[in-house]
T-cell receptor, first 114, second 111 residues
Framework: EADIYQTPRYLVIGTGKKITLECSQT?????MYWYQQDPGMELHLIHY???????EKGDLSSESTVSRIRTEHFPLTLESARPSHTSQYLC?????????????FGSGTQLSVL | SQQGEEDPQALSIQEGENATMNCSYK?????LQWYRQNSGRGLVHLIL?????REKHSGRLRVTLDTSKKSSSLLITASRAADTASYFC???????????FGTGTRLTVIP
């Protein structure tokens, strides 16, 4: 079992609200990632981090922001949620060893914006 | 794009049968990985095969890699209803910062 946790599991909010999706891992992994996935569709990388104070944008443009103040914590924030943000958000982590190795995923946060 | 493409998009088989899924990609890779995703959940890593390997086994899973054809296959033998899930390949392209995930194969195993 992966030691990576996402909260909340489900979130239903109104348009314009600010939200933060939490992700924590206890494996001491250097790299952490946020993916966005619509039902039955492929994963899109929206943010990643190599370590503390490192944040990078992924392949898919996103209005969300991330921070990495501690190794184990990689929260994702939406300042003003819109219905187009409705999706599943998956957090993952891995060791950084030069090549891209096995990812450990959390259970995901299903976000619905009304 | 380096993104892998799985084939077929969906597969439905009877319990006990074998299931084969294929993945094609476009550029040179360091490794290729297969993941499984149950509906509404995160992905679980199944197996990693490196570019200098041709075949790898793990339990009922068998993965092959043909770098000359830029393709891989995942075989699940003696399938069970609990194998019902989506299966994704992910490639570690040479020089890439991250893995590229394919579009997935939705496997349904009928009891």
């Amino acid at each position: 079992e992966a030691d990576i946790y996402q909260t909340p599991r489900y979130l239903v909010i109104g348009t314009g609200k600010k939200i933060t999706l939490e992700c924590s891992q206890t494996m001491g992994h250097d790299k952490m990632y946020w993916y966005q996935q619509d039902p039955g569709m492929e994963l899109h990388l929206i943010h990643y981090s190599y370590g503390v104070n490192s944040t990078e944008k992924g392949d898919l443009s996103s209005e969300s922001t991330v921070s990495r103040i501690r190794t184990e914590h990689f929260p994702l924030t939406l300042e003003s949620a819109r219905p187009s943000h409705t999706s599943q958000y998956l957090c993952a982590s891995s060791w950084d060893r030069g090549t891209n190795e096995k990812l450990f995923f959390g259970s995901g946060t299903q976000l619905s914006v009304l | 794009s380096q993104q892998g493409e799985e084939d077929p998009q969906a597969l439905s088989i009877q319990e006990g049968e074998n299931a084969t899924m294929n993945c094609s990609y476009k550029t040179s890779i360091n490794n290729l990985q297969w993941y499984r995703q149950n509906s509404g959940r995160g992905l679980v890593h199944l197996i990693l095969i490196r570019s200098n390997e041709r075949e790898k086994h793990s339990g009922r899973l068998r993965v092959t890699l043909d770098t000359s054809k830029k393709s891989s296959s995942l075989l699940i033998t003696a399938s069970r209803a609990a194998d019902t899930a989506s299966y994704f390949c992910a490639t570690d392209a040479t020089g890439a910062n991250n893995l590229f995930f394919g579009t997935g194969t939705r496997l349904t195993v009928i009891p």
